[in-house]
Protein backbone atom coordinates (compact mmCIF):
# COMPACT_ATOMS: atom_id res chain seq x y z
CA UNK A 1 0.00 0.00 0.00
CA UNK A 2 1.40 3.24 -1.00
CA UNK A 3 2.65 5.67 2.05
CA UNK A 4 -0.76 7.55 3.23
CA UNK A 5 1.19 10.97 3.10
CA UNK A 6 1.95 10.39 -0.61
CA UNK A 7 -2.01 10.28 -1.53
CA UNK A 8 -3.29 13.53 0.82
CA UNK A 9 -3.59 16.57 -0.51
CA UNK A 10 -1.03 18.98 -1.40
CA UNK A 11 -0.78 21.82 1.17
CA UNK A 12 -0.88 25.30 -0.91
CA UNK A 13 -4.52 25.67 -2.85
CA UNK A 14 -3.77 24.35 -6.60
CA UNK A 15 -6.00 24.39 -9.36
CA UNK A 16 -6.20 21.03 -11.21
CA UNK A 17 -3.96 20.87 -14.05
CA UNK A 18 -3.75 18.21 -16.82
CA UNK A 19 -0.05 17.38 -17.76
CA UNK A 20 1.07 16.65 -21.73
CA UNK A 21 2.83 13.88 -21.69
CA UNK A 22 5.99 13.24 -23.99
CA UNK A 23 7.94 10.07 -23.71
CA UNK A 24 7.40 9.58 -20.07
CA UNK A 25 7.64 13.03 -18.74
CA UNK A 26 4.39 15.29 -17.32
CA UNK A 27 4.71 18.94 -18.89
CA UNK A 28 2.12 21.14 -16.85
CA UNK A 29 1.69 24.29 -18.81
CA UNK A 30 0.95 28.15 -17.96
CA UNK A 31 -1.84 29.03 -19.62
CA UNK A 32 0.12 32.02 -21.29
CA UNK A 33 2.16 32.70 -23.87
CA UNK A 34 5.71 31.05 -23.83
CA UNK A 35 8.35 30.73 -23.61
CA UNK A 36 8.40 29.97 -19.89
CA UNK A 37 11.19 28.66 -17.48
CA UNK A 38 11.54 25.48 -16.94
CA UNK A 39 11.58 23.17 -13.60
CA UNK A 40 12.02 20.09 -13.80
CA UNK A 41 10.64 17.87 -10.06
CA UNK A 42 12.56 14.55 -9.59
CA UNK A 43 11.18 12.16 -7.46
CA UNK A 44 12.60 10.21 -5.18
CA UNK A 45 12.25 6.45 -4.00
CA UNK A 46 11.71 3.86 -2.87
CA UNK A 47 7.98 3.17 -4.59
CA UNK A 48 5.70 0.49 -2.85
CA UNK A 49 4.95 -2.38 -5.99
CA UNK A 50 0.76 -1.39 -5.73
CA UNK A 51 1.91 2.35 -5.63
CA UNK A 52 0.68 4.98 -7.87
CA UNK A 53 3.60 6.32 -10.39
CA UNK A 54 5.28 8.78 -8.48
CA UNK A 55 5.20 11.05 -10.89
CA UNK A 56 1.31 11.12 -10.73
CA UNK A 57 1.34 11.65 -7.03
CA UNK A 58 -0.41 14.55 -5.82
CA UNK A 59 2.98 15.78 -4.26
CA UNK A 60 4.19 16.52 -7.44
CA UNK A 61 1.20 17.23 -9.03
CA UNK A 62 0.48 19.86 -6.27
CA UNK A 63 4.30 21.37 -6.44
CA UNK A 64 4.00 21.34 -10.83
CA UNK A 65 0.46 23.27 -10.62
CA UNK A 66 2.07 25.66 -8.00
CA UNK A 67 4.60 26.45 -11.05
CA UNK A 68 2.55 26.75 -13.83
CA UNK A 69 0.54 29.28 -11.93
CA UNK A 70 3.97 31.17 -11.97
CA UNK A 71 4.68 31.24 -15.04
CA UNK A 72 7.04 28.16 -15.04
CA UNK A 73 6.50 24.91 -17.06
CA UNK A 74 7.11 22.15 -14.60
CA UNK A 75 8.49 19.14 -15.90
CA UNK A 76 7.71 15.23 -13.83
CA UNK A 77 9.96 12.43 -15.46
CA UNK A 78 8.72 8.94 -14.30
CA UNK A 79 12.35 7.40 -13.24
CA UNK A 80 12.99 3.63 -12.79
CA UNK A 81 12.94 4.14 -8.88
CA UNK A 82 12.27 0.52 -7.95
CA UNK A 83 15.00 -1.24 -6.29
CA UNK A 84 16.85 2.69 -6.59
CA UNK A 85 20.55 1.76 -5.49
CA UNK A 86 21.02 -0.47 -8.42
CA UNK A 87 18.86 1.66 -10.65
CA UNK A 88 20.81 5.12 -10.53
CA UNK A 89 22.50 4.95 -13.58
CA UNK A 90 19.34 4.05 -15.31
CA UNK A 91 17.59 6.86 -13.61
CA UNK A 92 20.64 9.63 -14.71
CA UNK A 93 20.35 8.68 -17.84
CA UNK A 94 16.83 8.62 -18.17
CA UNK A 95 16.99 12.42 -16.54
CA UNK A 96 19.57 13.72 -18.63
CA UNK A 97 17.27 12.67 -21.96
CA UNK A 98 14.02 14.11 -20.08
CA UNK A 99 15.52 17.50 -19.17
CA UNK A 100 17.21 17.28 -23.20
CA UNK A 101 13.51 16.96 -24.39
CA UNK A 102 11.76 19.13 -22.12
CA UNK A 103 14.15 21.92 -23.03
CA UNK A 104 13.11 21.20 -26.78
CA UNK A 105 9.46 22.07 -26.10
CA UNK A 106 8.36 25.33 -27.95
CA UNK A 107 6.79 26.17 -24.46
CA UNK A 108 10.14 26.32 -22.91
CA UNK A 109 12.72 28.59 -22.56
CA UNK A 110 15.74 26.21 -23.16
CA UNK A 111 18.27 29.32 -21.42
CA UNK A 112 16.17 29.15 -17.87
CA UNK A 113 16.02 25.86 -16.54
CA UNK A 114 16.34 24.27 -12.42
CA UNK A 115 16.33 21.16 -11.22
CA UNK A 116 14.95 20.16 -7.83
CA UNK A 117 14.98 16.86 -6.21
CA UNK A 118 13.29 15.20 -3.45
CA UNK A 119 14.39 12.57 -1.82
CA UNK A 120 16.27 9.84 -2.88
CA UNK A 121 16.29 11.55 -5.89
CA UNK A 122 19.05 14.27 -4.07
CA UNK A 123 21.71 11.16 -5.06
CA UNK A 124 21.97 12.79 -8.84
CA UNK A 125 22.44 16.39 -7.96
CA UNK A 126 26.44 16.04 -7.92
CA UNK A 127 26.27 15.26 -11.70
CA UNK A 128 24.54 18.55 -12.31
CA UNK A 129 26.77 20.38 -10.18
CA UNK A 130 30.39 18.36 -11.07
CA UNK A 131 29.20 19.73 -14.82
CA UNK A 132 27.18 22.56 -14.38
CA UNK A 133 25.68 23.50 -17.71
CA UNK A 134 25.07 27.34 -18.89
CA UNK A 135 21.98 27.17 -18.55
CA UNK A 136 21.32 25.48 -15.49
CA UNK A 137 20.01 28.63 -13.02
CA UNK A 138 19.60 26.93 -10.05
CA UNK A 139 19.30 23.22 -7.64
CA UNK A 140 16.68 22.69 -4.87
CA UNK A 141 16.81 19.82 -3.05
CA UNK A 142 14.20 18.65 -0.51
CA UNK A 143 14.41 16.01 2.10
CA UNK A 144 17.43 14.80 0.27
CA UNK A 145 20.04 11.92 0.27
CA UNK A 146 22.97 13.14 -1.00
CA UNK A 147 25.72 10.27 -0.99
CA UNK A 148 25.01 6.53 -1.82
CA UNK A 149 27.17 4.23 0.77
CA UNK A 150 26.81 1.26 -1.23
CA UNK A 151 30.37 0.17 -2.76
CA UNK A 152 28.58 -2.87 -4.86
CA UNK A 153 26.60 -0.96 -7.14
CA UNK A 154 27.09 2.22 -9.44
CA UNK A 155 27.60 5.13 -7.20
CA UNK A 156 27.13 9.03 -8.80
CA UNK A 157 29.68 11.53 -7.64
CA UNK A 158 28.49 12.51 -4.46
CA UNK A 159 27.35 16.10 -4.22
CA UNK A 160 29.30 17.10 -1.22
CA UNK A 161 32.74 16.05 -3.22
CA UNK A 162 32.13 18.76 -6.46
CA UNK A 163 30.43 21.54 -4.77
CA UNK A 164 33.10 23.87 -5.29
CA UNK A 165 33.27 23.81 -9.43
CA UNK A 166 29.63 25.57 -9.20
CA UNK A 167 30.24 27.49 -6.76
CA UNK A 168 28.27 30.41 -8.34
CA UNK A 169 25.50 28.07 -8.67
CA UNK A 170 21.81 28.67 -6.38
CA UNK A 171 21.43 25.79 -4.46
CA UNK A 172 18.64 25.48 -2.06
CA UNK A 173 18.13 22.30 0.64
CA UNK A 174 15.09 21.59 2.54
CA UNK A 175 15.52 19.86 6.04
CA UNK A 176 12.77 18.75 7.96
CA UNK A 177 13.75 16.90 10.85
CA UNK A 178 12.47 13.53 10.02
CA UNK A 179 16.09 12.36 7.93
CA UNK A 180 16.72 8.90 8.26
CA UNK A 181 20.57 8.54 10.05
CA UNK A 182 22.31 8.04 6.59
CA UNK A 183 19.98 10.79 4.73
CA UNK A 184 21.12 13.18 7.50
CA UNK A 185 24.12 12.48 8.13
CA UNK A 186 24.95 13.04 3.66
CA UNK A 187 23.29 16.47 4.08
CA UNK A 188 25.20 17.71 7.23
CA UNK A 189 28.41 16.46 5.05
CA UNK A 190 27.25 18.45 2.34
CA UNK A 191 26.57 21.61 4.49
CA UNK A 192 30.00 21.35 5.72
CA UNK A 193 31.31 21.42 2.51
CA UNK A 194 29.27 24.22 1.18
CA UNK A 195 30.01 26.65 4.30
CA UNK A 196 31.68 29.40 2.43
CA UNK A 197 29.30 29.47 -0.58
CA UNK A 198 25.95 31.03 -1.38
CA UNK A 199 23.91 27.44 -0.63
CA UNK A 200 20.88 28.10 1.59
CA UNK A 201 19.02 25.98 3.86
CA UNK A 202 15.04 25.78 4.71
CA UNK A 203 13.64 23.93 8.00
CA UNK A 204 10.64 22.47 7.60
CA UNK A 205 10.38 20.97 11.02
CA UNK A 206 7.79 17.97 10.62
CA UNK A 207 7.41 18.05 7.01
CA UNK A 208 8.27 15.17 4.32
CA UNK A 209 7.65 17.16 0.78
CA UNK A 210 5.65 19.45 1.85
CA UNK A 211 3.26 17.61 3.55
CA UNK A 212 2.58 16.74 7.45
CA UNK A 213 3.11 13.84 9.08
CA UNK A 214 -0.04 15.29 11.68
CA UNK A 215 -2.62 18.31 10.42
CA UNK A 216 -0.38 20.68 8.02
CA UNK A 217 0.74 23.50 10.06
CA UNK A 218 0.85 27.37 9.06
CA UNK A 219 4.75 26.65 9.23
CA UNK A 220 5.49 24.26 7.18
CA UNK A 221 2.90 25.70 4.65
CA UNK A 222 4.58 28.56 4.64
CA UNK A 223 8.10 26.85 4.09
CA UNK A 224 6.52 25.35 1.31
CA UNK A 225 5.56 28.48 -0.47
CA UNK A 226 8.68 29.57 0.01
CA UNK A 227 10.84 26.90 -1.33
CA UNK A 228 8.69 27.44 -4.29
CA UNK A 229 9.17 31.32 -4.73
CA UNK A 230 13.20 30.36 -4.32
CA UNK A 231 13.69 28.15 -7.27
CA UNK A 232 10.83 30.40 -9.41
CA UNK A 233 12.95 34.03 -8.72
CA UNK A 234 15.92 31.66 -9.75
CA UNK A 235 15.06 30.60 -12.68
CA UNK A 236 13.14 33.48 -13.95
CA UNK A 237 16.39 35.46 -13.05
CA UNK A 238 17.14 37.93 -15.86
CA UNK A 239 20.69 37.51 -17.45
CA UNK A 240 22.84 40.69 -16.83
CA UNK A 241 24.42 42.02 -20.48
CA UNK A 242 28.11 42.73 -20.47
CA UNK A 243 28.85 46.06 -20.98
CA UNK A 244 32.25 47.97 -21.45
CA UNK A 245 32.19 51.76 -21.34
CA UNK A 246 35.31 53.47 -21.92
CA UNK A 247 34.66 57.69 -20.34
CA UNK A 248 37.38 60.32 -19.75
CA UNK A 249 37.25 62.60 -17.23
CA UNK A 250 39.06 66.02 -15.74
CA UNK A 251 40.54 67.15 -12.99
CA UNK A 252 40.02 71.20 -12.92
CA UNK A 253 41.11 72.72 -10.03
CA UNK A 254 41.21 76.23 -8.85
CA UNK A 255 43.32 77.29 -6.04
CA UNK A 256 42.11 74.63 -3.44
CA UNK A 257 38.74 73.47 -4.97
CA UNK A 258 38.25 70.99 -7.59
CA UNK A 259 34.98 71.50 -9.72
CA UNK A 260 32.70 68.87 -9.45
CA UNK A 261 29.43 67.71 -11.36
CA UNK A 262 26.28 66.28 -10.14
CA UNK A 263 24.39 63.25 -11.56
CA UNK A 264 20.87 63.67 -12.39
CA UNK A 265 18.06 60.86 -11.86
CA UNK A 266 18.93 59.89 -15.53
CA UNK A 267 22.33 58.46 -14.47
CA UNK A 268 23.65 55.45 -12.06
CA UNK A 269 24.28 57.26 -8.08
CA UNK A 270 21.82 60.01 -8.68
CA UNK A 271 22.69 63.23 -6.46
CA UNK A 272 26.51 61.79 -5.97
CA UNK A 273 28.96 64.19 -7.43
CA UNK A 274 31.91 63.57 -9.61
CA UNK A 275 34.76 64.75 -12.26
CA UNK A 276 33.40 66.24 -15.21
CA UNK A 277 33.46 64.51 -18.30
CA UNK A 278 31.80 61.33 -19.89
CA UNK A 279 31.91 58.25 -22.56
CA UNK A 280 34.19 57.86 -25.35
CA UNK A 281 32.12 57.33 -28.57
CA UNK A 282 32.95 55.04 -30.81
CA UNK A 283 35.64 56.32 -33.03
CA UNK A 284 36.03 59.18 -31.37
CA UNK A 285 39.54 60.72 -30.02
CA UNK A 286 39.72 60.61 -26.56
CA UNK A 287 40.87 64.22 -25.57
CA UNK A 288 38.14 65.40 -28.03
CA UNK A 289 35.84 63.62 -25.95
CA UNK A 290 36.54 65.03 -22.56
CA UNK A 291 36.78 68.52 -24.46
CA UNK A 292 32.72 67.85 -25.70
CA UNK A 293 32.07 66.22 -22.13
CA UNK A 294 33.31 68.84 -20.13
CA UNK A 295 31.21 71.75 -22.20
CA UNK A 296 28.49 69.98 -22.23
CA UNK A 297 28.36 69.36 -18.89
CA UNK A 298 30.31 73.27 -17.20
CA UNK A 299 30.27 75.37 -20.03
CA UNK A 300 33.43 75.48 -19.91
CA UNK A 301 36.54 75.10 -22.34
CA UNK A 302 39.62 73.67 -21.35
CA UNK A 303 43.00 72.46 -22.10
CA UNK A 304 43.56 68.80 -22.02
CA UNK A 305 46.64 67.92 -20.25
CA UNK A 306 48.81 64.38 -19.35
CA UNK A 307 46.63 61.30 -18.45
CA UNK A 308 47.19 61.15 -14.90
CA UNK A 309 45.34 57.96 -13.42
CA UNK A 310 43.19 54.72 -14.60
CA UNK A 311 40.43 54.26 -12.28
CA UNK A 312 37.35 51.84 -13.16
CA UNK A 313 34.45 50.11 -11.84
CA UNK A 314 32.81 46.79 -12.07
CA UNK A 315 28.97 46.24 -10.55
CA UNK A 316 25.83 44.79 -12.08
CA UNK A 317 22.81 47.12 -12.02
CA UNK A 318 20.03 48.62 -14.17
CA UNK A 319 20.91 51.33 -17.42
CA UNK A 320 18.85 54.45 -17.41
CA UNK A 321 17.34 52.37 -20.17
CA UNK A 322 16.40 50.12 -17.66
CA UNK A 323 18.87 46.73 -19.05
CA UNK A 324 20.11 44.79 -16.66
CA UNK A 325 23.95 44.94 -17.45
CA UNK A 326 26.88 43.67 -16.11
CA UNK A 327 28.90 46.75 -15.69
CA UNK A 328 32.53 47.68 -16.24
CA UNK A 329 33.48 51.18 -16.26
CA UNK A 330 37.08 52.03 -17.21
CA UNK A 331 37.96 55.68 -16.30
CA UNK A 332 40.61 58.16 -18.20
CA UNK A 333 41.72 60.79 -15.67
CA UNK A 334 43.54 63.68 -17.26
CA UNK A 335 45.36 66.85 -15.45
CA UNK A 336 43.22 69.85 -17.21
CA UNK A 337 42.95 73.83 -17.25
CA UNK A 338 40.31 76.07 -18.14
CA UNK A 339 40.98 78.55 -20.58
CA UNK A 340 37.85 80.38 -21.68
CA UNK A 341 36.88 84.01 -20.67
CA UNK A 342 34.27 82.81 -18.72
CA UNK A 343 35.12 80.97 -15.70
CA UNK A 344 31.57 80.56 -13.98
CA UNK A 345 30.35 76.76 -14.85
CA UNK A 346 26.93 76.20 -15.70
CA UNK A 347 25.12 72.99 -17.31
CA UNK A 348 24.83 73.71 -21.12
CA UNK A 349 23.10 69.75 -21.79
CA UNK A 350 20.53 70.58 -19.10
CA UNK A 351 18.39 67.04 -20.26
CA UNK A 352 21.58 64.76 -19.68
CA UNK A 353 22.96 62.65 -16.63
CA UNK A 354 23.92 66.10 -14.86
CA UNK A 355 22.24 68.68 -13.30
CA UNK A 356 24.54 70.79 -11.39
CA UNK A 357 27.76 71.78 -11.13
CA UNK A 358 30.27 73.56 -8.83
CA UNK A 359 33.31 74.67 -7.23
CA UNK A 360 34.15 72.64 -3.63
CA UNK A 361 37.04 73.05 -1.29
CA UNK A 362 39.08 70.15 -1.33
CA UNK A 363 38.96 69.93 2.71
CA UNK A 364 35.39 69.58 2.60
CA UNK A 365 35.68 66.55 0.25
CA UNK A 366 38.12 64.79 2.10
CA UNK A 367 35.87 65.21 5.24
CA UNK A 368 33.18 63.88 3.58
CA UNK A 369 30.72 66.85 3.38
CA UNK A 370 30.42 66.24 -0.66
CA UNK A 371 29.37 62.90 -1.41
CA UNK A 372 31.44 62.06 -4.10
CA UNK A 373 32.34 58.59 -5.85
CA UNK A 374 35.40 56.88 -5.81
CA UNK A 375 36.94 57.97 -9.03
CA UNK A 376 36.94 61.48 -7.40
CA UNK A 377 39.00 60.54 -4.04
CA UNK A 378 41.21 58.13 -6.83
CA UNK A 379 41.57 61.30 -8.76
CA UNK A 380 42.60 63.60 -5.71
CA UNK A 381 45.00 61.04 -4.10
CA UNK A 382 48.52 63.79 -4.00
CA UNK A 383 46.76 66.64 -4.10
CA UNK A 384 47.31 68.78 -0.84
Request: charged residues 25%.
Amino acid sequence: MATAHHLRPFLLPTEPLEPVTVASTDLYLPDRPGPHPLVVLVHGGPVAADAPPPARWQVFRGYAGQLAARGVVAAVPQLPMDGLDLLLGECATVLRDAVRRARRHPAVDADRVAIWFFSDAGLLMGEWLDDRPRWLRAVAATYPRLRLERQDVWAPVAAADVLGTAADLPVLVTRVGLERPEPAASVAEFLEAARDTSVEVLEVPGAVHGFDLEPPTAVTTQAVATALEWVVHRVRAEDAVPYQRLAAYALLRRDDEVLLTRISTRGHHAGEWTLPGGGVEHGEQVRDALRREVHEETGLEIEVGALRDVHSVHFTGRSPSGRLEDFHGVHLIFDATVVSAQLDPRVVETDGSTDAVAWFDLDAIERGVVRVLDVVRHAMRGLG
